[in-house]
């Protein structure tokens, strides 16, 4: 059972774009978390947000945790080639769900 | 660095033959997980542990099996490999239930 849906799936955009990824559930998580993935490697935590409402930024990257701890969203401000990568959201539950990921390709 | 890391990160083997996946620890965290990633369906729990010897199934957990004798160490086998397991394994660490994972670099197993 896929719990999590991020849209977009693919993404491909111009050096210096800004561009905005989604996280979507009919389920209430008590935490989310969001990893980026590199070609050939496992995941890295990026941040986890708990409250609903969180805001929360790291440079470039700000995320957010809807009110109602179902969905998130992660934007990105001015992209640069080396945020390339899979995108992956995951909600706590009993255990940790993952979405099917957002891949991101930004163009020199 | 790694404070996890999987062996082997690349096997190819037959089906119907018994594969062994290692995931070993220098971070003395109590939980880890085995999970599988196909296109399309993202990363899936095969099983976890949440001590010494004591281990759960994820949502996948059919044809595979675990065990974990020592904290640092968490073994994933295949008892008779199928095509349909050839897969990207990824091992993942943390220190509580929903506290952040940290994963290692992945196995790539093919089941021909």
């Known amino acids: 059972t896929q719990l999590l849906e991020q849209s977009p799936q693919f993404l491909s955009i111009q050096e210096g774009e800004n561009l905005t990824v989604y996280c979507n559930s009919s389920s209430v998580f008590s935490s989310l978390q969001w990893y980026r993935q590199e070609p050939g490697e496992g995941p890295v935590l990026l941040v986890t947000?708990?409250?609903?409402?969180e805001v929360k930024k790291l440079k470039r990257l700000t995320f957010q945790f809807g009110d109602a701890r179902k969905d998130s969203s992660l934007h990105i401000t001015a992209a640069q080639p080396g945020d390339t990568g899979l995108y992956l959201c995951a909600g706590a539950g009993n255990q940790f769900y993952f979405g099917t990921g957002t891949s991101l390709t930004v163009i020199p | 660095d790694a404070g996890i890391t999987q062996s082997p990160r690349h096997k190819v083997t037959e089906t119907g033959t018994p594969v062994t996946l290692r995931c070993h620890q220098t971070?003395?965290?109590?939980?880890m997980y085995w999970y599988r990633q196909d296109p399309g369906h993202g990363l899936r729990l095969i099983h976890y542990?949440?001590?010494?010897?004591?281990?759960d199934k994820g949502e996948v957990s059919d044809g595979y099996s675990v065990s974990r004798s020592k904290t640092e160490d968490f073994l994933l086998t295949l008892e008779s490999a199928t095509s349909s397991q050839t897969s990207v394994y990824f091992c993942a660490i943390s220190e509580s239930i929903n506290y952040g994972y940290t994963f290692g670099s992945g196995t790539r197993l093919t089941v021909v």
């Open positions: 947000v708990v409250t609903g409402g």
């Open positions: 971070e003395n965290h109590r939980y």
């Open positions: 542990s949440y001590g010494v010897k004591d281990t």
